[in-house]
């Protein structure tokens, strides 16, 4: 499984990206307004983004309505650099944007999908990246694993003429990360404080803190 950063923060895309782990990033409107950005800047914040993890897809999210200006807002954020990926969450007015997009050889990520309905729709239609949600499905009551895992097995069942890649979204904890790895989610962006969570484990740091004890003993021997 691949892990892709979700965020909009500079400084954390700079810092994980020297992590030498991350295969890529997501953003959205709410993450943008977290890092107090305008709205005149969030293209040339997407370039930047772009230009700190060259090469690698960057999710850039449209907040058109319509499934024209979907196509339009998409292809030009997509000239904004090679390697922006259009963010766009399922409709049916984006599913055929989606078409029109990805016939245009436009990457598109569907987003805000909750069913596995939804997610064989945006595959069909010609989805780059689908991205099932799990911290919100738990947040209402409800198993945002099992939900995901249904979605990734629906999808796994089939070959849709392209590369369609699961990218687990709305994850929160280490638990998370695991349980997409073991159903064979492709993808997980993971915020980085969650990501910064993957990294530490209490027996890690017990063990550490011994071996340093210890290599103390050694230098006053
Ligand atoms: O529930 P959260 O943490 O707000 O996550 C929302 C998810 O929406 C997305 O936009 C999905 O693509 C991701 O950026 C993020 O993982």
Not at 45 to 50: D, E, L, R, W
Request: hydrophobic fraction near 45%; glycine fraction near 8%.
């Amino acid at each position: 499984m691949k892990f892709f950063i979700d965020t909009a923060d500079l400084d954390e895309i700079r810092e994980a990206m020297s992590w030498g782990a991350l295969s890529g990033v997501t953003t959205n409107p709410s993450l943008y307004a977290k890092t107090g950005g305008k709205l005149a800047d969030f293209e040339q914040h997407m370039v930047k983004i772009c230009e700190i993890c060259e090469g690698l897809p960057v999710s850039a999210e449209s907040t058109a309505t319509t499934t024209q200006e979907m196509v339009e807002e998409g292809k030009r954020l997509a000239g904004l650099a090679p390697n922006v990926v259009v963010k766009l969450p399922i409709g049916v007015e984006s599913l055929a944007a989606t078409k029109t997009l990805a016939e245009d050889g436009v990457a598109v990520n569907m987003t805000l999908v909750f069913s596995a309905p939804q997610a064989l729709l945006a595959a069909r239609a010609g989805a780059r990246y689908i991205s099932p949600f799990v911290g919100r499905v738990d947040d209402i009551g409800s198993d945002g694993v099992a939900s995901l895992e249904e979605i990734v097995r629906c999808i796994h069942n089939y070959d849709f003429g392209h590369e369609c890649e699961i990218i687990a979204a709305s994850i929160r904890s280490p638990y998370h990360v695991t349980a997409a790895a073991l159903m064979g989610a492709d993808i997980a962006t993971v915020p980085f404080g969650a990501l910064k969570n993957c990294v530490k484990h209490p027996l890690t740091a017990e063990g550490l803190a011994k071996f340093e004890a210890d290599w103390e003993k050694v230098k006053n021997a």
